[in-house]
Nanobody, 124 residues
Framework: VQLQAFGGGLVQAGDSLRLSCAASDISFSTYTMGWFRQAPGNEREFVAAIGWTNGYRTAYADSVKGRFTISRDNAKNTVYLQMNSLKPEDTAVYYC?????????????????WGQGTQVTVSS
């Protein structure tokens, strides 16, 4: 199984970025997909998740709600994170992840697979 995340970069505050995560060798359409991030000196934290049932329900951390949008394309085995109105505090390595259980992914960060991470740096 491989989760390949890309799309990070260096942007200015207020700019937008779209992260993508392509999955291979996984039953993508039956996994909850999530994005997490880790800033230097901090623990990894939940950012967003999208389910595979219930109309592709979504969940967001309070810090990104209204600015970030998660989506998925099951035909392409890809999950996206559209990040708008970026702030310096969004600077982190962003990881995509896959887990079979919604509650474990969203509430406990328990997943089956992690991607390799992509750096997002937002300058003020």
């Amino acid at each position: 199984v491989q989760l390949q995340a890309f799309g990070g970069g260096l942007v200015q505050a207020g700019d937008s970025l779209r992260l993508s995560c392509a999955a291979s060798d996984i039953s993508f359409s039956t996994y909850t997909m999530g994005w997490f991030r880790q800033a230097p000196g901090n623990e990894r934290e939940f950012v967003a998740a999208i389910g595979w049932t219930n109309g592709y329900r979504t969940a967001y951390a309070d810090s990104v709600k209204g600015r970030f949008t998660i989506s998925r394309d099951n035909a392409k085995n890809t999950v996206y994170l559209q990040m708008n109105s970026l702030k310096p505090e969004d600077t982190a390595v962003y990881y995509c992840a896959a887990g079979p259980y919604w509650g474990n992914v969203v509430a406990r960060g328990i997943v089956d697979y992690w991607g390799q991470g992509t750096q997002v740096t937002v300058s003020s």
